[in-house]
């Protein structure tokens, strides 16, 4: 300071501001210290583990977890979401079983379950329903033909889209083989989204 005299601050003061560096360096640090949590956390997972396992073995604490669980989920639904896809692309055969447990169990609500799906899905597909649309004109006026399954010959066949801009530009699928090259490119999607 040119002139003056160094300030001098009381104890309070000096508290508030050594507080205050400290939450500025953390945020400005904000990668080094999730780095360091991770490290810690890595080399300690069998010590979380026992922690966890005593915390939980005590039911009111199970509860408590639950709470915060239910709360989480409730306040971040597009990260659940997100968490649900890739679980489920991550495990296609245990979502088709535990679909198929379901649908044991109950098959209408399973039935109309599905139904929700579809209409969520075309609502938030609305070129792919153009599409659709397209091509079903096209086919009732002759402009297209309806080929058998190009995997197997089944006659009974989607025309599924590569590029939905282009509504007449399909390869004929079957139901089971059509679902199996969504899966496909869905796999493959989900894996780009993991590692870019
Ligand atoms: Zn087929
Ligand atoms: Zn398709």
Redesign the pocket.
Known sequence: MPGGRPRIYTPEEAKRRKAAQRKAWNLKNADRMAAWTKAWQEANRERIKENRKKYMALEENRAAAREADKAWRKANPDKVREMKRLARHRNPEKERAKRAARKARNPETERLAQQRRWVSMNRRNPEKVWARKMLQRAVDAGRAVRQPCSVCGDPKS?G??ANYRRPLDVVWLCSKH?LE??RRIDAEKASEDLFG
Do not use: D, S
């Open positions: 989607h599924h889209h059509h090259e969504h």
